[in-house]
């Protein structure tokens, strides 16, 4: 939730990252080299969508989407 906009998004968790993105997520957060001492202390997943809401609470009535990518959860 970011102010008055909510996402929700529900798949799976695929467990396949490779060693360079794995290496390329933890370079870029500058906070996990300081919570861990390797890249490798980690593991690193991605999200296959299956379904995404989107809520825009300002208006009235409040503005709501649902997006359906066809995936099973």
Do not use: C, W
């Not at 970011?2 to 390329?24: H, K, M, P």
């Not at 989407?65 to 099973?72: I, N, S, T, W």
């Amino acid at each position: 939730m970011n102010g008055n906009i909510f996402v929700r998004i529900a798949g799976q968790a695929v467990f396949d990252v490779d060693d360079a993105t794995a290496r390329e997520i933890y370079a870029a957060n500058p906070v996990l080299p300081r919570l861990y001492k390797a890249y490798t202390d980690l593991v690193y997943f991605r999200l296959s969508a299956a379904t995404l809401d989107y809520y825009d609470l300002a208006p009235d009535p409040p503005l709501q989407e649902h997006y359906d990518y066809g995936q099973k959860r």
